[in-house]
């Protein structure tokens, strides 16, 4: 059911060995939203493959200061629509300036054609209440259609916005399921 991890400024980049697990406990496409600090704007990074994925994410570790780099990772499972670049999340509305990516199931919004379920709440429900009428309005809708979901948006100046309960790691990143952790080296034992 995907996952989402949540970098604020001033938080530690999750280590590549977490997302690396989050890679291969979601393996149906790969997204990456970071405020440039370069330019100031915000990129989004998406991809079917695990390597480049990984590739691109240790380009941005490399030329990025975590106390000034928003961003969000999100790893797929698909539910909804077929397994294609385009379906990965990351979904941006170019008039807005937003990006947006979901972890969980919205079972009241039927799924438009090919896309995901996720991409059509997005499309045709969020950006045009968020045109109209703003956070005040979207975050209604938010409240109306999120269930047990998880949410994040960013504008283009590397704000984020996150709805739902997520789980805060030690270093102060948000994972909005457990499928960051590594199990094999957890805990438990084994029988």
Known sequence: MCIIAIKKAGVQFPNITTVETMCD?????????????RDGKARTYRTM?????LKHYKSVLR???????NLFLHARIATHGSLKKENCHGFVDHKTHLS??????????????DLTDSETFFRDYFIPVFRHG???????????????????????KGNIRHYGDYIKDDSG???????????????????
């Open 25 to 37: 406990k979601n393996p149906d496409g790969f997204a990456l939203v970071y405020h440039d600090t």
């Open 49 to 53: 493959n695990r390597e480049q994925f």
């Open 63 to 69: 030329t990025h200061d975590y106390r000034t780099t």
């Open 100 to 113: 947006f990516a979901h972890n969980g199931i919205l079972y009241s919004i039927p799924n438009r054609d």
């Open 134 to 156: 703003g956070w005040f309005e979207a975050d209604r809708l938010i409240r109306d259609v999120i269930g047990y979901s998880k949410f994040v948006f960013m504008d283009n």
């Open 173 to 191: 990143v948000l994972y909005s399921n457990n499928s960051f952790r590594n199990y094999s080296t957890g805990w438990y034992l084994k029988a």
